[in-house]
Nanobody, 114 residues
């Protein structure tokens, strides 16, 4: 079974940076899409960023210019570089991968607070 394991979450001050990683295991095949979703307390889960085959990317408007998603196909790993973090970025961040079905990580907490 495919497993997605996130790492890199934590507490950071406003304006700071954080880098999330998500490593996929249990499959040698690549994914059509890998990305990140987040869910803040009391809010719906939303797409943050994703990278597709061919390395095209999509970003939520709220993170454009601040976040960068990248993918290492050889390692089946996706990264999210988060800069200029704001308190409203506080959420649980979930890794997601899509092939013939959808896979989710358990999530990693990101807290932006002074």
């Amino acid at each position: 079974q495919v497993q997605l394991v996130e790492s890199g979450g934590g507490l950071v001050q406003p304006g700071g940076s954080l880098r999330l990683s998500c490593a996929a295991s249990g499959s040698s095949a690549s994914f059509a899409t890998m990305g990140w979703y987040r869910q803040a307390l009391g809010k719906e889960r939303e797409l943050v960023a994703r990278v597709n085959n061919g390395d095209s990317t999509n970003y939520a408007d709220s993170v454009k210019g601040r976040f960068t998603i990248s993918r290492d196909n050889a390692k089946n790993t996706v990264y999210l570089q988060m800069n200029s973090l704001k308190p409203e970025d506080t959420a649980v961040y979930y890794c997601h991968a899509q092939r013939f079905t959808s896979y989710w990580g358990r999530g990693t907490q990101v807290t932006v607070s002074a």
